[in-house]
């Protein structure tokens, strides 16, 4: 599994599918539907990796910036960066892009 994170409209996606032929876009967004529907987003992503050892995935860094007001966004900012650690721990390459520009962190 490969891990590309970034800000939002950061250019990860095309980054994605220029090298990597596609990907899982948007993860972040896998995370808040698993909140919503009662899951555990890292046993969930642990899951969605036994069946996509092979994944390109796409988040969002949602960490930075304003805490947000709502208890239910924050719950979710925590969980994406749970998830994201989780995935980075186990991703072949981590890369984040920033304006277009990937930087390899891991791999």
């Not at 994605?16 to 995370?31: I, M």
């Not at 390109?56 to 994406?80: F, N, Q, S, T």
Request: hydrophobic share 40%; net charge positive.
């Amino acid at each position: 599994m490969r891990l590309i994170v970034g800000g939002a409209s950061q250019g990860k996606t095309r980054y994605a599918n220029e090298s990597y032929g596609g990907c899982v876009r948007d993860f972040h967004l896998t995370v808040r539907r698993w909140l919503d529907q009662g899951l555990d987003p890292v046993a969930e992503s642990e899951k969605f990796l036994l069946e996509n050892p092979d994944a390109v995935i796409v988040m969002d860094e949602i960490g930075c910036g304003i805490i947000p007001i709502e208890r239910a966004d924050r719950l979710w900012r925590e969980a994406v960066g749970r998830v994201g650690c989780y995935l980075a721990r186990r991703a072949k390459t981590v890369e984040r892009v920033v304006c277009g520009i990937p930087t390899k962190i891991k791999g």
